[in-house]
């Protein structure tokens, strides 16, 4: 059972990009709530926040290309299951009804 858990933690890298993006759909979930309610000084505070995190995210991931052991998929993945649905980010990545028949 101890290589199984072993397995099943996330190393630095794994963890830094894992927090990473989930700061990221936080900020995005934030930007897509000022707009909702309209309040563009927040959306300006906050896409700038958005941006910054971005870049971070960017340069580690980069550092994960470059590294020589790359990060497991399957256990990035795995550590926050359903995150992007509990963000408020159901409908903010979804492409507008420009035909105005309901499809995307």
């Not at 894992?18 to 700061?23: A, H, M």
């Not at 290309?65 to 990060?71: G, V």
Request: charged share 25%; glycine share 8%.
């Amino acid at each position: 059972m101890a290589a199984s858990s072993q397995r099943d933690e996330l190393t630095t890298a794994e963890m830094r990009l894992v927090e990473q993006y989930v700061s990221v759909l936080d900020y995005l979930s934030r930007c897509a709530q000022a707009i909702d309610h309209g309040d563009w000084f927040y959306l300006y505070d906050k896409a700038d926040t958005l941006a910054e995190k971005a870049g971070r995210l960017t340069a580690l991931a980069r550092e994960a290309y470059d590294a020589p052991r790359r990060p497991r998929t399957a256990a990035v993945g795995r550590r926050w299951p359903g995150r992007a649905a509990t963000t408020g980010l159901g409908g903010c990545c979804t492409p507008l009804d420009p035909q105005g028949d309901g499809r995307p």
